[in-house]
Protein backbone atom coordinates (compact mmCIF):
# COMPACT_ATOMS: atom_id res chain seq x y z
CA UNK A 1 0.00 0.00 0.00
CA UNK A 2 0.82 3.44 -0.71
CA UNK A 3 0.72 6.80 0.09
CA UNK A 4 1.98 8.08 -2.98
CA UNK A 5 -1.31 9.59 -4.83
CA UNK A 6 -1.86 12.06 -1.68
CA UNK A 7 1.59 13.11 -1.65
CA UNK A 8 2.22 11.40 1.32
CA UNK A 9 5.65 8.70 1.43
CA UNK A 10 4.95 5.31 0.55
CA UNK A 11 4.47 2.95 2.89
CA UNK A 12 5.70 -0.60 2.88
CA UNK A 13 3.53 -3.25 4.65
CA UNK A 14 5.67 -5.04 7.22
CA UNK A 15 2.55 -6.76 9.08
CA UNK A 16 -1.43 -6.99 7.44
CA UNK A 17 -4.13 -7.18 9.34
CA UNK A 18 -4.34 -11.13 9.49
CA UNK A 19 -0.85 -11.24 10.96
CA UNK A 20 -1.72 -8.74 13.91
CA UNK A 21 -5.04 -10.43 14.41
CA UNK A 22 -3.07 -13.95 15.07
CA UNK A 23 -0.48 -12.25 17.25
CA UNK A 24 -2.75 -10.73 19.08
CA UNK A 25 -4.55 -14.03 19.59
CA UNK A 26 -1.53 -15.77 20.24
CA UNK A 27 -0.61 -13.43 23.52
CA UNK A 28 -3.48 -13.72 24.76
CA UNK A 29 -3.40 -17.45 24.61
CA UNK A 30 -0.06 -17.25 26.52
CA UNK A 31 -1.54 -14.74 29.05
CA UNK A 32 -4.62 -16.39 29.65
CA UNK A 33 -2.91 -19.08 32.13
CA UNK A 34 -1.39 -16.29 34.02
CA UNK A 35 -4.49 -13.31 34.37
CA UNK A 36 -7.58 -13.21 36.25
CA UNK A 37 -10.05 -10.45 37.20
CA UNK A 38 -8.00 -8.68 39.41
CA UNK A 39 -5.70 -7.73 37.43
CA UNK A 40 -5.47 -4.54 35.68
CA UNK A 41 -4.33 -3.86 31.94
CA UNK A 42 -2.43 -0.22 31.92
CA UNK A 43 -1.59 0.57 28.10
CA UNK A 44 0.53 3.08 27.33
CA UNK A 45 -0.76 5.85 25.14
CA UNK A 46 -1.64 7.28 22.49
CA UNK A 47 0.72 4.41 20.11
CA UNK A 48 -1.33 1.22 22.72
CA UNK A 49 -4.70 1.99 22.10
CA UNK A 50 -5.30 -0.73 18.96
CA UNK A 51 -3.45 -3.03 20.42
CA UNK A 52 -4.88 -3.11 24.13
CA UNK A 53 -8.39 -2.34 22.84
CA UNK A 54 -7.99 -5.57 20.47
CA UNK A 55 -5.98 -7.74 23.68
CA UNK A 56 -8.70 -7.10 26.33
CA UNK A 57 -11.47 -8.48 23.89
CA UNK A 58 -9.38 -11.56 23.13
CA UNK A 59 -9.44 -12.05 26.43
CA UNK A 60 -12.64 -11.50 27.12
CA UNK A 61 -13.83 -13.95 24.60
CA UNK A 62 -11.56 -16.14 27.04
CA UNK A 63 -13.61 -15.01 30.13
CA UNK A 64 -10.87 -13.11 31.69
CA UNK A 65 -12.05 -9.73 32.21
CA UNK A 66 -9.39 -7.62 33.84
CA UNK A 67 -9.49 -4.12 35.13
CA UNK A 68 -8.20 -1.42 31.97
CA UNK A 69 -6.49 1.81 32.85
CA UNK A 70 -4.46 3.74 30.59
CA UNK A 71 -0.80 5.90 31.58
CA UNK A 72 0.13 8.49 28.65
CA UNK A 73 3.92 8.78 28.51
CA UNK A 74 5.67 10.75 26.16
CA UNK A 75 9.51 10.76 24.94
CA UNK A 76 9.12 11.09 21.35
CA UNK A 77 6.48 14.46 20.69
CA UNK A 78 6.51 14.49 16.86
CA UNK A 79 10.51 13.88 16.15
CA UNK A 80 11.46 10.54 14.89
CA UNK A 81 13.99 10.10 17.70
CA UNK A 82 13.51 10.07 21.74
CA UNK A 83 14.07 12.76 23.44
CA UNK A 84 15.63 10.86 26.12
CA UNK A 85 12.96 11.79 28.63
CA UNK A 86 9.77 10.47 30.00
CA UNK A 87 7.30 12.86 30.72
CA UNK A 88 3.50 12.06 32.53
CA UNK A 89 0.68 13.24 30.21
CA UNK A 90 -1.89 11.66 31.70
CA UNK A 91 -1.37 9.41 35.31
CA UNK A 92 -3.43 6.48 35.88
CA UNK A 93 -7.53 7.09 36.77
CA UNK A 94 -7.59 4.28 39.39
CA UNK A 95 -5.71 2.96 41.85
CA UNK A 96 -3.22 0.06 41.29
CA UNK A 97 -2.30 -0.61 44.70
CA UNK A 98 -1.97 -4.20 45.74
CA UNK A 99 -3.32 -5.41 42.27
CA UNK A 100 -1.07 -6.85 39.93
CA UNK A 101 -0.73 -5.22 36.53
CA UNK A 102 -0.24 -5.87 32.85
CA UNK A 103 1.40 -2.89 31.03
CA UNK A 104 0.39 -2.77 27.68
CA UNK A 105 3.17 -1.12 24.80
CA UNK A 106 3.16 -1.16 21.15
CA UNK A 107 6.40 -1.19 20.60
CA UNK A 108 9.82 -1.77 21.83
CA UNK A 109 13.00 0.07 21.01
CA UNK A 110 14.82 2.20 23.28
CA UNK A 111 13.05 0.55 26.12
CA UNK A 112 13.23 3.97 28.45
CA UNK A 113 9.27 4.13 27.97
CA UNK A 114 8.58 1.06 29.57
CA UNK A 115 10.95 1.11 32.25
CA UNK A 116 9.67 4.17 33.35
CA UNK A 117 5.75 2.52 32.97
CA UNK A 118 7.27 -0.41 35.14
CA UNK A 119 9.18 1.87 37.59
CA UNK A 120 5.71 4.56 38.08
CA UNK A 121 3.11 2.13 38.22
CA UNK A 122 5.66 -0.23 41.22
CA UNK A 123 6.12 3.38 43.06
CA UNK A 124 2.39 3.47 43.34
CA UNK A 125 2.05 -0.01 44.73
CA UNK A 126 1.44 -2.76 42.24
CA UNK A 127 1.88 -6.05 43.58
CA UNK A 128 3.38 -7.00 40.65
CA UNK A 129 3.81 -5.41 36.61
CA UNK A 130 4.64 -7.98 33.66
CA UNK A 131 4.69 -6.35 30.40
CA UNK A 132 3.84 -7.11 26.97
CA UNK A 133 4.56 -5.48 23.80
CA UNK A 134 3.37 -6.01 19.84
CA UNK A 135 7.45 -4.98 18.69
CA UNK A 136 10.24 -5.57 19.24
CA UNK A 137 12.61 -3.50 17.54
CA UNK A 138 15.98 -5.02 17.30
CA UNK A 139 18.57 -1.88 18.54
CA UNK A 140 16.46 -2.89 21.75
CA UNK A 141 18.96 -5.95 22.11
CA UNK A 142 20.76 -4.41 25.40
CA UNK A 143 17.33 -2.90 26.66
CA UNK A 144 15.52 -5.08 29.61
CA UNK A 145 12.69 -6.14 27.25
CA UNK A 146 8.55 -7.06 28.09
CA UNK A 147 8.14 -10.06 29.39
CA UNK A 148 5.89 -11.11 26.03
CA UNK A 149 5.85 -9.73 22.57
CA UNK A 150 4.32 -10.59 19.34
CA UNK A 151 7.04 -9.42 16.65
CA UNK A 152 10.40 -8.64 16.45
CA UNK A 153 10.42 -5.89 13.39
CA UNK A 154 12.43 -4.85 11.41
CA UNK A 155 14.85 -2.30 11.96
CA UNK A 156 12.43 0.04 10.13
CA UNK A 157 10.28 3.25 11.11
CA UNK A 158 6.83 1.83 11.88
CA UNK A 159 3.78 3.80 11.14
CA UNK A 160 -0.15 2.19 11.73
CA UNK A 161 -2.14 0.34 14.57
CA UNK A 162 -1.53 2.97 16.85
CA UNK A 163 2.08 3.90 15.66
CA UNK A 164 2.60 7.81 13.97
CA UNK A 165 4.48 9.84 12.57
CA UNK A 166 4.05 13.33 13.91
CA UNK A 167 0.59 12.57 14.90
CA UNK A 168 -0.10 10.99 11.56
CA UNK A 169 -0.56 6.98 10.22
CA UNK A 170 -1.93 5.93 13.73
CA UNK A 171 -5.37 4.81 11.97
CA UNK A 172 -3.95 2.37 9.53
CA UNK A 173 -5.54 -0.83 10.44
CA UNK A 174 -2.30 -3.04 9.43
CA UNK A 175 1.93 -1.88 10.40
CA UNK A 176 4.10 -0.04 7.88
CA UNK A 177 7.26 1.10 7.62
CA UNK A 178 7.50 4.60 6.42
CA UNK A 179 10.22 4.57 2.71
CA UNK A 180 11.35 8.28 3.01
Given at each position: ??????GA?P?????????????????ANQ?????????V????L????????????????R?IH?R??????E?????R?????V?V??D????VE?????????????GR?L?Y???H???K???K?IST??????????????????????N????GY???D?????????IG????
Open positions: MSGEASPIRTVYTVEDIAKAVDDLLAPILDDTWAVALLGATPFAADLIRALARNVFDALWLSYRDAESSGRVRALSRSNRPVLILDEIFDSTAAKAIRAGAAAALIVKPEAAGADRPDLWAFEAPAFLVGMDAGKWRGLPYALET
